[in-house]
């Protein structure tokens, strides 16, 4: 009993509340609609408020009240989570109100939304890429912008992320034994990183898969790809002194210099 108590207001309230919301819908009178969708809005119900704005986005073109809607609209897409609309809208509220004293949060905002939708770094980055775009595009516009820290820290993740999936992408060529094309995806890395905190784990990969290369070639190639796993292991030595990885290298250097010997 005292379940349904509580149970039978609730639904009474909700119907209300859901007849409430289709007679606003229906209304023809815009500036009613617009005032609920506001109410709506900033009560926290993005839903009822997104389906009120997006109807109105059409009908308000060419009033005062035409800018407001778009932005509250975009920012209803934002909070349900809808990213990719979100971005669009953003993005759109831009390019048509450029001079709006909005404008600079909305294209904030697109990248924001950009950086939110970029995936981990194991998964395909090209969003990755765009959220980059995105954010330095921003940063042309508006380079003394409120935000230049937060942009900066997601320059910084995106950019985190590109460098991951190319370390992890070497990496697994050596593993799976493709010595070749972890050689040529190392020397990329560490072109495209040069200060990465991976590049001695991947300049001991190189030695290794040069050497490896090496052993596995015709007997013609064989002194020039064992002489190559000398000079990435004099560039190691030179640079990476204390390396924990230092025995592994002057073992494989040791056994180049027997196999030219």
Known sequence: MNSRVFILPLLLLTLFSCSKFQKIQ???????????????????????AGVLLEEMIPVMRGRKESELVQFYYA?????????VMASYYFKRFYETFPRSEFA??????????????????????????????????????????????KCNNMTDILKGKLERKAYEHAKLYHKIGYFKSATVAIENFRQDYPTSSFNEELLFLKIQ???????LSVE????????????SYQQFVDKYTNSKYMREAEA??????????
């Open 26 to 48: 229906r209304s023809e009178n815009i500036n009613e609609r617009y005032e609920a969708a506001l109410k709506y809005y900033k009560s926290g119900d993005y839903y009822k």
């Open 75 to 83: 920012y209803c897409q934002y909070y349900q989570r809808q990213l």
């Open 104 to 149: 600079e949060e909305c294209m904030f905002m697109y990248a924001s939304s950009q950086f939110e939708m970029s995936p981990p770094y194991h998964l395909d980055q090209s969003s990755s890429f765009e959220a980059i775009e995105a954010v330095e595009s921003f940063l042309r516009l508006y380079p003394e912008t409120k935000h230049l820290e």
């Open 209 to 215: 898969s040069q050497y490896n290369l090496a052993k």
């Open 220 to 231: 013609e190639k064989k002194r020039d790809r064992f002489n190559q796993a000398i000079e």
């Open 252 to 261: 494989i250097y040791a056994n180049c210099l027997n196999q030219i010997g």
